[in-house]
């Protein structure tokens, strides 16, 4: 399958701890998007690397939340100090250019 | 605040087509019309996307009105599988970032 992966597609923790979420994207695309989707609602624009470079950050994105593209290949978004408002599908898209884009299954967040 | 207005909710016999409407009355001269669907617990899938004129491809096709303030989407021959959200979307294509605006979708559901 060479579709957008995304690791794990569970995730169960306990407030106040930290997790880290890992996207791998279709391999060409140089365009990679995190999006947040709760329950009942489309997704949220998180933010957007072109290649390695961080070009847009939403302001849903807190300081607790970071994000990285090394070299410009896979993504790892991390969230520190989870809290229960941080329960949620995290959803990573790439795309060739402006193109459309190509989503993952998503990883599914619980916080206790 | 996405910039299209959709029924929340429709019901379609398998084997018919489904029409799915979408209000964009303030739509600009360069934005595209994109639809995406998620079907449950999965990551939002591409299914088309038009300018002005009429667009067909193996999945779908989407119908834009002359004065580009509404369109549709038909399914021809709606299956089970085709139980799924369904999200009209408004977009720039451009050189920069162009994140999706997601509203909450018309949830469309095929019964046997």
């Not at chain 2, 096709?61 to 799924?84: F, G, M, N, V």
Request: with cysteine; proline share 5%.
């Amino acid at each position: 399958d060479t579709g957008v992966s995304q690791d794990p597609r569970h995730k169960i923790t306990k407030r106040g701890q930290n997790v880290t979420f890992r996207c791998d994207p279709i391999s060409e695309h140089n365009r990679l998007y995190w999006y947040r989707q709760t329950l009942g609602q489309g997704p949220e624009f998180l933010t957007y690397f072109q290649n390695e470079a961080q070009l847009e950050k939403s302001r849903l994105l807190s300081d607790r939340f970071s994000a990285e593209r090394p070299k410009g290949s896979f993504s790892t978004l991390e969230i520190q100090r989870t809290e229960q408002g941080d329960s949620a599908m995290y959803l990573c898209a790439s795309s060739l250019a402006q193109y459309e884009q190509f989503f993952g299954p998503g990883t599914r967040l619980t916080v206790l | 605040d996405a910039k299209t207005t959709q029924p929340p909710s429709m019901d379609c016999a398998e084997g018919r087509a489904a029409n799915l409407p979408c209000n964009h009355s303030t739509i600009s001269g360069n934005e595209y019309v994109y639809w995406y669907r998620q079907i449950h617990s999965q990551g939002p899938q591409y299914i088309i996307h038009g300018l002005k004129n009429n667009e067909t491809n193996e999945m779908a096709s989407l119908i834009i009105t002359e004065d580009r303030k509404s369109s549709t989407l038909i399914l021809p021959h709606a299956t089970l599988r085709d139980t799924a959200v369904y999200y009209c979307i408004v977009r720039v294509v451009s050189r920069g970032n162009t994140p999706l605006v997601f509203g909450k979708g018309t949830r469309l559901s095929v019964i046997a």
